[in-house]
């Protein structure tokens, strides 16, 4: 159980907001009550609330956020996307929950002696849920995405994309103290100070030594962190300053050796490819190949629900590699099976919260599955209604960038928000495998789809004739380099 300094730290975190508003550019007090809440909350700890969400590190940094923004801003309407698909995505994303709770009603119970009515031997019972319920789901719904509408108001400028891809840097070099203390002790930081772990024990010990935790939910978070960190470091080391250009090469070189002291292998996979990519090719390039990750995201179910994904070989070769991931990933497959068999009843709209989307022993209620990929656990929550919300709203400021790439009069794109598309572009792949959804996920996200939706209004204002317009500001965006401190 969480001690009462996990619980004072959650509290806590909404005074931290507003200091971070009163004391820095709107940019980076954004940016950074996001980013240091992921990092340094209780990972697990929450406080349930009669309908309402779960308040987590996940729920309460972008909660505080989103509400200080409100209150400061002069016309909130600009948090709207100018994107009709995005909008309808957004309705999907959050009203969608409604007809999912609404059909699925029905409770499942568990018991002693199967088909023994009229008497029935009830020994657990898997509630159905209530009209209430809808109220807890539109809120965990509406709250995942606060992130994302202000990244798209407040980071889709130049200014507000490199103060993003500074933080990580910064954030990433922080993270590595604490990092390498777990990687030489094992993972015990959480236990020191929140007075629990997090996870399975067993799960911190590969490849001969400890992979670090810290304050994140596994040491695969952990390891994607890291890696978005280097991604942002190369990106930042084509910088014009030399003087700059120097310390983020070798910040670039240390978390990449920190990746590989992480121990994971999907993510040290992931920076292997990538960071030639983010350091030596263009713009272009890069947002092309982000395109092909995306599409592939979301082409995913439909190809393993056919048996087009080759599972055997991926196993192969992860076996050559080594035989421990191996058998890791065979067991992530296996549960798949099971559960893409349970999502299948109800494919359109899905099983709904408490855990009714797993699978369950018939005579006494255990869970037989763990769903180890979040777009698994969409899938089978919300059906396809909600995985085509999710990972449509996340891929979609790819797909538009991606689109707007080919040609020979396409427009240019900015060196910061082509790694920006990158690292989201990634995080996408990954959640095939591993539940890594974040506040990062969507502040990527919100500030690629800022950058595209600002870019498109420049260009329009651009192409019109003298007189006809005034400067380009994209739905009350600030211009670039228009960072200000508020309160």
């Known amino acids: 159980m969480p001690n009462i300094v996990a619980y004072l730290a959650l509290l806590s975190w909404p005074v931290v907001c507003v200091l ?209 960190t280097l991604l942002a470091a190369a990106a930042l080391a084509r910088g014009r300053d030399h003087g700059l250009q120097t310390r983020y090469v070798l910040a670039m070189l240390y978390l990449a050796g920190l990746l590989y002291l992480c121990k994971s292998l999907g993510s040290l996979l992931y920076g292997i490819a990538l960071l030639p990519v983010a350091f030596l090719t263009g713009p272009r390039l890069q947002i092309r190949l982000a395109l092909i990750f995306a599409l592939i995201a979301i082409i995913y179910p439909l190809l393993r629900g056919n048996g087009l994904v080759p599972t055997d070989e991926l196993v192969a070769l992860a076996n050559s590699i080594d035989t421990e991931r191996a058998a890791s990933l065979a067991y992530r497959f296996n549960n798949e099976d099971l559960l893409l068999a349970q999502a299948s009843e109800k494919p359109w709209l899905g099983w709904g919260g408490w855990g009714r989307n797993l699978i369950h022993d018939p005579d006494n209620g255990d869970i037989l599955t763990i769903p180890d990929g979040r777009w698994i656990i969409t899938f089978g929550t919300y059906g396809w209604l909600g995985y085509i919300a999710e990972f449509g709203l996340i891929a979609l400021p790819i797909l538009l960038l991606g689109r707007g790439s080919f040609g020979h009069n396409a427009p240019g794109i900015s060196r910061n928000a082509a790694v920006v598309v990158l690292i989201l572009a990634i995080n996408m792949i990954d959640m095939l495998v591993n539940a890594t959804l974040t506040p990062l996920t969507w502040v990527t996200a919100g500030a690629a789809l800022g950058y595209y939706e600002r870019s498109r209004a420049i260009r329009k204002t651009a192409n019109k004739p003298p007189g006809l317009s005034d400067a380009p500001v994209m739905n009350g965006a600030v211009p670039s380099g228009g960072s200000r401190t508020v309160m």
């Not at 308040?55 to 509400?67: C, E, G, Y």
């Not at 059909?103 to 019972?125: Q, R």
């Not at 606060?146 to 407040?154: I, M, Q, V, Y």
Request: charged share 15%; glycine share 6%.
């Open 20 to 228: 971070l508003f009163r004391k820095v550019s709107i940019e980076r007090a954004i940016i950074w009550s996001l980013l240091a809440g992921y990092l340094l909350l209780p990972p697990v700890a929450n406080l349930n609330l009669p309908l309402l969400p779960s308040l987590d590190k996940m729920t309460i940094p972008s909660l505080s956020a989103f509400i200080i923004c409100l209150y400061l801003m002069p016309d909130r309407r600009t948090l709207v996307p100018q994107s009709f698909a995005a909008k309808a995505l957004i309705l999907m994303f959050v009203a969608g929950a409604i007809p999912t709770v609404l059909a699925n009603s029905e409770p499942f119970i568990f018991t002693v002696l199967p088909n023994s009515d009229p008497i029935v031997y009830k020994i657990w019972e898997l509630p159905g849920l209530r009209f209430r319920d809808i109220f807890s789901a539109l809120g965990n719904q509406a709250i995942a995405l606060f992130p994302f509408l202000l990244a798209r108001r407040f980071l889709a400028t130049e200014t507000g994309l490199r103060e993003l891809l500074v933080a990580l840097v910064v954030a990433g070099l922080i993270y590595s103290i604490p990092s390498l203390l777990e990687i030489r002790i094992s993972p015990q930081l959480n236990i020191w100070i929140y007075g629990f772990f997090q996870h399975d024990f067993s799960q911190t010990y590969r490849g001969g030594g400890f992979r670090p935790f810290v304050f994140l939910p596994h040491g695969l978070w952990l390891a994607f962190f890291i890696l978005s």
